[in-house]
DNA sequence: CTGAAAGCGCTTACAG
DNA sequence: CTGAAAGCGCTTACAG
């Protein structure tokens, strides 16, 4: 490869100056049709390529977009990095990609390095409702950012998510026709919106529903809150029809805890999930779960940043995307004993 | 933030000239110790950061590391970058992070691409043993690079990954101790240096142990593999003793489908998986596998850039690293029925 | 030890 | 439609 032919390599062999050379190949205005294609393929058989270190310190703008993510290692969010890095790629963009462990200093740090790194815009999974609201304070006014898969409480930025009163929904209408009457809650706590918002349309659901509410436990997004979860409901009484839970991972923990308290799922009781993906499908029984539609998310998100960098304009957005529920063995009772 | 003190404006408050501010800041030599002393309060002062594009520009690099993977949402490969990532920022690097989806030419040009970018080196798990080389043959010599998890059959970059054949022994000697005597495999093709040596590993230990090799099942590190491998492996003939995967995708498609023909694992036999991770835990029943030592890998792999980027040194490496056994349910026959 | 000046590779007013 | 020149913000020989 060996990085060598410049702008100017190609202008003095077409014979003309770097200004008309950068023209004819950034499809400027102003330049003669045959003036482009001549260039052009002078370029094109020089091998040249133009340097993006060096545009971007002229232009200010790198094709660069920063995402910053609480951790990469958890399933659903490196889902939603990949739907990410293939919409950028798509777009031309490349991916710069922090972890910030959940939190804040880490994250306000990211968003500052990735700014001057002249990034084009940041996504950003906020690790806390409200103190993420810091992480973008230091970005100059209408500086592109798009929040996903959870908002900050005050609307700081562009927002893409799942509609989750509709995801519960539609469990609710599904443990419905299962004759379900009692129910209890597993998710998490309020430090996102998600957790918030879930809890919030579990407790409107089942009283809509008329389904009593049993127990609830609230902790992390995590196996081991699931397990604590199980643990809790067990505890508190009388165990429920169904446990509703926030996601798969909990889900996951709350079946293994039941199992080893000797109850069988769905024989003694139902469980859902949240999320969808590999785990819900591949674990035994498999989970009913709400399916964020991932791929949507990404290129609804992709639309917003690319609508900020092209044009500052007013409004916040705050958009949610309709999940699916996919049925799995957790929640229906089977007619027979399976064996 | 509003980016704009600059060198210039750091110079000017204190009284000389760019070049002396720059030598300053940046721990040259041939600077007075309180020159270094006021201009660095100044710079702090006026919050002055230095600007890595321009200074990418003038000096070549970038502190940009690129990371390639086949696919990001693959669990393994998340918890490599996640490792990686931390690693990455420890040493003052940012990540770039693209997805090959494991074609060749994607790889190729995005090698090419971060390359254009003056990244400083380039982390990649190529995605096959041989077409992979040609990802790196653009690279100028003695670019620094470092294949992570797989290398490729001709050593044209250093490598790191676990070492295939300590972690079947660990497997091996743990069914010995179980009375195993016949044995099954279910792993991936020959794309990758993992699925050749873990292939070759079974083989060899089987003989070595004096097990009989009742069938064998190849194809792709993924769930639908292994149901595959079951179902072939259940049409073979008597089952086996026990199953030894590649991967615990595998492990876990193996178990689902063996419990849907009617089989219970482990009473009915014993399956092994291969990586370690959230899934092993939390599936029922839980994993026996090789826990790869995915940290020791990044922070191996981290030092062999760094090798790399300050010398251009000679041999290339090619680092094995010690995985361990983690025992689940999956493997240990219950003295006493579980209910 | 410090400064004036060149230059990394582009893009873009400003003239013509 | 095209060119000469400035400049994005640094770093680094080259002098002194």
Known sequence: MARTVTLADVAARAGVSTATASRALSGKPRVSREMIERVRAIAAEM??????????????????????????????????????????????????????????????RRVRVFHERRVDGIFIIPSDRTASTQSLANLPEGFPVVQVDRATDRPVADFVGVDNLLGL?????????????????????????????????????????????????????????????????????????????????????????????????????????????????????????????VSSIAAEAMKLLLGRIESDDGAIHRNRLAPTLELGASSQRRTAPAS
């Open 169 to 293: 929904q539609l469990v609710f209408e599904h443990l419905a026709e299962q004759n379900v009457a009692t129910v209890a809650f597993a998710g998490s706590d309020d430090a996102s919106i998600n957790g918030v918002e879930r809890w919030d349309a579990f407790h409107r659901l089942a009283r809509q529903h008329s389904m009593t509410v049993r127990a609830t436990y609230r902790s992390e997004f995590s196996f081991a809150s699931g397990t604590g979860a199980a643990d809790h409901i067990h505890r508190a009484g009388p165990l429920p029809d169904a446990i509703v839970c926030g996601s798969d991972q909990i889900a996951v923990g709350v079946i293994s805890k039941l199992r080893e308290l000797g109850y069988d799922v769905p024989r003694d009781l139902l469980v859902t999930g949240f999320d969808g993906g590999e785990l819900a499908r591949v674990f035994w029984p498999s989970l009913t779960t709400v399916v964020q539609p």
């Open 47 to 108: 091998g040249y390529r133009v340097d993006p270190v060096a545009r971007a310190l002229r232009q200010g703008s790198s094709r660069l977009v920063g995402m910053i993510v609480p951790v990469i290692g958890i399933p659903f969010f490196s889902q939603l990095v990949d739907a990410i890095e293939d919409e950028l790629n798509r777009a031309g963009f490349e991916l710069l990609l922090a972890d910030s462990h959940g939190f804040i200093d880490e994250e306000v």
